[in-house]
């Protein structure tokens, strides 16, 4: 429960987990699995990844975290959720010893995921962690290769209040000589994950080294790349039917993972990754990341919901609006922002970077860690953030609705609830 309440959730060591695995025969040990850990972008890494394997005749498994309207989106095989009578059968198998351990929700699912994996037989399985990584519930499994998107401020209260020590946390799920990939070489933790590699006699490398991307168009939600590996072109059209631009930094990841993986999975080949990031939602039920879910007003829904993640997303909107400004008049479109977030993270550095020519309505989602609305509005009044407070995210969004205009745009975004209440 801890997305929904914070932090007297979070259970801080891995004795629980371990417990739970002898209960259930040590499920994790029987399967093949990769692992992934960072701030941002390791949902989408964990989808793309696992849409590549499934369109490369892999029965795949994939273990995410939070779910956004269903319970069962977290646990899936090729993309079909775990099914009710599962989820059912296994607590009403397990209830009574795993009761003795008092385990938390999310060790009670990650057992759940290892045991439906085991059962199930999956060729591999692709697994996301829930927060950190060292001390987080899936860090007991022995994966084929361990991600690290990225670093950067986020549970600092859990995690540690500078990116070195978010970092060592991460870095907690590299294992001994396995290799492992890590997305941006930050200058803050390359040293913390190279220090940690050659303790544990990892291969590491840094996919930024090697893979630059830019966008050459997007079109009905289908963002296309060209790629460059070591400064020559790659693919000139890599496709994907992700739209956010955040995904720039998140293909060159995917791209160097599979390039390792290839190497003990023969099935994956360039066709078959290109495919699988052609039809990621489909194949895996994505929800959330740069989501179109109305036009004539834009409506854009995303997850981000920390201060890196936000100024992405803010950073396309700018651009979005710079692109449609009025040839003629020099008129930009509007921009609204349905926004609401949790309240154990610290404001200001969000608001901060929130921009200030746009109308906001503030919400909270329905649960008891938002951040009261009426508070978020009177503290954006200090960053020059403008607007009213409404008791929900569907009042919230009405208002904006009937305030824009056919050619604004709609954002709806600051807390994963927020964006779930809509979707």
Known sequence: MFHRIGVAAYKADLKNILALS???????????????AGTNGKGSVSHMIASVLQESGYKTGLFTSPHLKDFRERIRINGRMIDEETISDFIEKHKKSFDVI?????????????????????????????????????????????????????????????????????????????????????????????????????????????????IISLVNEVQTFRIRKNDKILYDKLSIDLSGAYQLRNICTVIQSLELLKKKFSKIDDDKMINGLQKIKANTGLLGRWEVIGKNPLIIADVGHNEAGIKYVMDQLNSMLEKNQDIKTQNKPKLHIVFGIVNDKDPSHILAILPKHASYYFCQANIPRALDADELKKTGVSFNIFGESYSSVKTALEAAKKNASKEDIIFIGGSTFVVAEII
């Not at 002898?22 to 992934?36: A, D, G, Q, R």
């Not at 037989?121 to 996301?128: G, Q, T």
């Not at 799920?173 to 190279?194: D, H, L, P, T």
Request: aromatic share 8%; with cysteine.
């Open 22 to 36: 002898e209960i259930l025969n040590y499920p994790e040990k029987k399967i093949k699995c990769i692992h992934v």
């Open 102 to 214: 008092e385990p938390s929700f999310f060790e009670w699912t990650t057992a759940l995921a290892f045991k439906y994996f085991e059962e199930e037989k999956v060729d591999l399985a692709v697994i996301e962690t829930g927060l950190g990584g060292r001390l987080d519930s899936t860090n007991i499994i022995t994966p084929e290769l361990s991600i690290i998107t990225n670093i950067s401020f986020d549970h600092m209260q859990l995690l540690g209040d500078t990116l070195e020590k978010i970092a060592t946390e991460k870095a907690g799920i590299i294992k001994k000589s396995i290799a492992v990939v890590v997305g941006e070489r930050q200058k803050e933790s390359e040293n913390i994950f190279i220090d940690k590699a050659e303790e544990t006699n990892s291969s590491i490398v840094f996919a930024s080294d090697h893979y630059q991307s830019e």
